[in-house]
């Protein structure tokens, strides 16, 4: 029976770091401020924002919503990004995405100042994921992913690792994050020859394809850490399930994550930390 690693514990140890950093700033008179922008009331975004709002509160960050209607227009809310960016009383910022159609997602995305870009949404940002400098901030699940393999005493250092997924919010930021912790890392995705041999053979799979079951029992091997970041709606079986079929690699594998209850609750305290530190970065 594999290990399930719960992203509970990790959260909580981080709320514990960050209750006492944020207290040090209030003491300075400092109230570290998130900012979160909406566009519109999708269920995703909606329960994101919960669970955001809910960990900031529980270390001391103050929340300011600015909210828009799904039809709003590009001058709206970009009007919002701009109060954002100016006040000096919002220390980072979280744009719900994706956006609607009718809006210019990567407009909006470029307008915010990366020193208040706490989820990677910036080009400036990325590039310091890239650089592996502190230019703004890593994606939040992202980083989550590096935190809950070090909350349970993972080692990454010489690891063969195999990233299923390609995107900018997970699998490119995290394959450059585990290479940075001296991981071998592979890329793959869903059009991967021969993507379960692939997974056999690493000793840390994440997988981040967005597709519901994508890693099955085929494609893992006993003593194997699997890290799910995938979040789909089985319509069949009325609930929440990730990108791995949990039940078949469970058995095999020596470690797992759970959806939910994995990774989402890491994402949410590293989104608090990142505000934190922005207030930290500016030497206020």
């Known amino acids: 029976m594999a290990k399930v690693l719960k992203g509970a514990p990790v959260a909580a140890a981080m709320r514990e770091q960050l209750i006492e950093r944020v207290q040090g700033l209030q003491k300075r ?8 922008i909406r566009v519109g009331e999708r269920a995703d975004d909606l329960a994101y924002e919960r ?4 960990r900031c509160e529980q270390v001391g960050i103050k929340v300011q919503k600015y909210l ?4 709003c227009a590009q001058e709206e809310l970009m009007a919002a990004i701009h109060e954002v960016n100016e006040n000096d009383g919002i220390h980072g910022c979280l744009l719900l995405r994706p956006l609607p159609k009718t809006l210019d997602e990567g407009a909006a995305c470029e307008y915010l100042r990366p ?7 910036t080009h400036e940002s990325m590039y310091g994921v890239v650089a592996g400098e502190n230019t703004g901030f890593p994606p939040c699940t ?5 935190a809950l393999l070090d909350h349970y005493g993972v ?20 394959s450059l994050m585990l290479q940075s912790r001296n991981a071998t890392v592979t890329m793959c995705h869903t059009r991967t020859k021969d993507l379960a041999g692939e997974c056999r053979r690493a000793d840390i799979v994440v997988v981040a394809a967005g597709r519901a079951g994508v890693l099955g029992s085929d494609a893992v091997s006993s003593g194997q850490v699997i890290i799910d970041v995938g979040i789909n709606w089985d319509s069949e079986a009325q609930k929440l399930v ?10 095999t594998v020596d470690a797992i994550t759970p959806v939910p209850g994995g ?10 930390r990142h505000v934190v530190m922005a207030v930290e970065r500016i030497g206020m």
């Open 29 to 36: 008179g400092i109230e570290p401020t998130l900012a979160i």
């Open 51 to 54: 669970g955001a709002v809910k």
């Open 68 to 71: 828009l209607a799904d039809d």
């Open 115 to 121: 020193a208040k870009d706490v989820d990677c949404i």
């Open 142 to 146: 992202a980083e989550a992913v590096v």
């Open 155 to 174: 080692e990454l250092a010489g690891a063969r690792v195999t990233v299923v997924g390609r995107s900018m919010v997970i699998g490119k930021p995290v």
């Open 242 to 251: 990730g990108d791995v079929a949990f039940d078949d690699v469970e058995p």
């Open 263 to 272: 990774l989402g609750p890491v994402t949410t305290a590293v989104l608090a």
